[in-house]
Antibody, heavy 118, light 110 residues
Framework: QVQLVESGGGVVQPGGSLRLSCAAS????????MHWVRQAPGKGLEWVAY????????YYADSVKGRFTISRDNSRNTLSLQMNGLRGEDTAVYFC???????????WGQGTLVTVSS | QTVVTQEPSFSVSPGGTVTLTCGLSSGSVSTSYYPSWYQQTPGQAPRTLIY???SRSSGVPDRFSGSILGNKAALTITGAQADDESDYYC??????????FGGGTKLTVL
């Protein structure tokens, strides 16, 4: 079935790095724009980044620009998020999501928790 | 920086109708922002309700509807049920690389 499964979350010290992965299955991954969305504990949803389906464009929220890098491997049906220079405010559950149209996030993963703490 | 605004909280009686809105701190929401709506209960991933202003996602009952009301996007729930008690988020596409979620509305059914 159509599915997204995130992995790679954990506890990291401030200033550290972490790489999240999102494994896609059940659909033609390369034809979809993919996003990362996060949710800090007790807070709302925040868009983080996206990678266009044509493979040419990546975009980032101002809060992560210059520190996070989104990538995709269409041969392995995998979306990734490299997070460097982590801060306490990056603590959140990170969701990957499929964009079926323009910000029509029709499929969501279950999320992976990133905790930035010393 | 433009902020997407939502009511922090709302309450509705079982069987009643409620309209949640999604606005901008500056300007009006139009269909060109492709407003979409998501429902989330604690500890769960969001569930897609509405996309492109008024299109229902697969499997969403027709008591959920989307529209533009005045200068805002709106989500209307008719015949509210107990399990509609959730957080509701709108999101707007404001151009290449500009995707903004609203702060969310906590809906209570009582």
């Amino acid at each position: 079935q159509v599915q997204l499964v995130e992995s790679g979350g954990g506890v990291v010290q401030p200033g550290g790095s972490l790489r999240l992965s999102c494994a896609a299955s059940g659909f033609t991954f390369r034809t979809y724009t993919m996003h990362w969305v996060r949710q800090a504990p007790g807070k709302g949803l925040e868009w983080v980044a996206y990678f266009s389906s044509d493979g040419t464009n990546t975009y980032y929220a101002d809060s992560v620009k210059g520190r996070f890098t989104i990538s995709r491997d269409n041969s392995r049906n995998t979306l990734s998020l490299q997070m460097n220079g982590l801060r306490g405010e990056d603590t959140a559950v990170y969701f990957c999501t499929r964009d079926a149209r323009v910000v029509y996030f029709d499929i969501w993963g279950q999320g992976t928790l990133v905790t930035v703490s010393s | 920086q433009t902020v997407v605004t939502q009511e922090p909280s709302f309450s509705v009686s079982p069987g009643g109708t409620v309209t949640l809105t999604c606005g901008l701190s500056s300007g009006s929401v139009s269909t060109s922002y492709y407003p979409s709506w998501y429902q989330q209960t604690p500890g769960q991933a969001p569930r897609t309700l509405i996309y492109s202003t008024n299109s229902r996602s697969s499997g969403v009952p027709d008591r959920f509807s989307g529209s533009i009301l005045g200068n805002k996007a709106a989500l209307t729930i008719t015949g509210a049920q107990a399990d509609d008690e959730s957080d509701y988020y709108c999101v707007l596409y404001m151009g290449p690389g500009i995707v903004v979620f609203g702060g969310g509305t906590k809906l209570t059914v009582l």
